[in-house]
């Protein structure tokens, strides 16, 4: 969702920035990022802990999350949020096709739907769907949000769904699902070099591109 089809300044990971550094650590926004994008956010926590700082500690992990959910809830509050970069002309493209437009994020439901709300989306207009961190026992890059999806919208075929996402996380997500397609797009957290490390089908600038790839 967010760097997707969200614009926010990824302010979601400099405040996970921030409250892991508040524990103690230096990590930059780069390292954050790299190990952190896509993912449910207690697991990014812990990841990135793991990974340069050879800490695992649940007790820790659960001060930093707690503390990165207020945080960013007040972040929210204040920082401007946009759609991204034609998000709402191509959902419009999109159900004009009779194409389901469902969103699915590593935030937990409170915080995904205070963004969807601070935009006026609404599941109906101009979103079909939204699943949550929460609303499934696995997160990415296990397939549960869009199975979770797909069974809500009574879509057995996996083929026909495609799954776009700003992380190497999302893509990964989309073929363990056996989407049709697995799509990166460079406006969020990774780069064109991120994103190949897990072969997406394609790569996208601007979520315009999208009705193009689609046909």
């Given at each position: 969702?967010?760097?997707?089809?969200?614009?926010?300044?990824?302010?979601?990971?400099?405040?996970?920035?921030?409250?892991?550094?508040?524990?103690?650590?230096?990590?930059?926004?780069?390292?954050?990022?790299?190990?952190?994008a896509g993912k449910e956010k207690r697991q990014a926590i812990e990841t990135i802990l793991s990974v340069y700082a050879n800490v695992a500690d649940a007790e820790l992990t659960t001060r930093i999350y707690d503390s990165f959910i207020v945080q960013l809830t007040e972040a929210?509050?204040?920082?401007?949020?946009?759609?991204?970069?034609?998000?709402?002309?191509?959902?419009?493209?999109?159900?004009?096709?009779?194409?389901?437009?469902?969103?699915?994020?590593?935030?937990?439901?409170?915080?995904?739907?205070?963004?969807?709300?601070?935009?006026?989306?609404?599941?109906?207009?101009?979103?079909?769907?939204?699943?949550?961190?929460?609303?499934?026992?696995?997160?990415?890059?296990?397939?549960?949000?869009?199975?979770?999806?797909?069974?809500?919208?009574?879509?057995?075929?996996?083929?026909?769904?495609?799954?776009?996402?700003?992380?190497?996380?999302?893509?990964?997500?989309?073929?363990?699902?056996?989407?049709?397609?697995?799509?990166?797009?460079?406006?969020?957290?990774?780069?064109?070099?991120?994103?190949?490390?897990?072969?997406?089908?394609?790569?996208?600038?601007?979520?315009?591109?999208?009705?193009?790839?689609?046909?």
């Open positions: 969702m967010a760097g997707t089809t969200v614009n926010e300044n990824n302010v979601v990971y400099k405040t996970l920035q921030k409250a892991i550094n508040e524990a103690g650590f230096d990590f930059s926004l780069e390292q954050v990022l790299a190990e952190g929210y509050t204040k920082e401007e949020i946009l759609p991204q970069n034609n998000a709402v002309e191509v959902f419009a493209e999109l159900k004009r096709r009779s194409i389901l437009v469902v969103l699915n994020t590593g935030y937990d439901r409170a915080t995904a739907q205070s963004i969807v709300d601070k935009l006026g989306w609404k599941e109906g207009d101009p979103i079909d769907g939204l699943v949550t961190a929460s609303d499934v026992p696995r997160n990415r890059p296990n397939p549960d949000m869009i199975q979770f999806a797909m069974q809500r919208f009574g879509i057995t075929d996996s083929t026909a769904v495609a799954k776009v996402g700003d992380s190497a996380i999302d893509i990964e997500e989309g073929k363990n699902a056996g989407c049709g397609l697995s799509i990166g797009i460079t406006t969020g957290a990774h780069t064109v070099e991120q994103l190949q490390v897990a072969k997406p089908d394609y790569i996208i600038r601007d979520l315009g591109e999208l009705v193009g790839v689609l046909g």
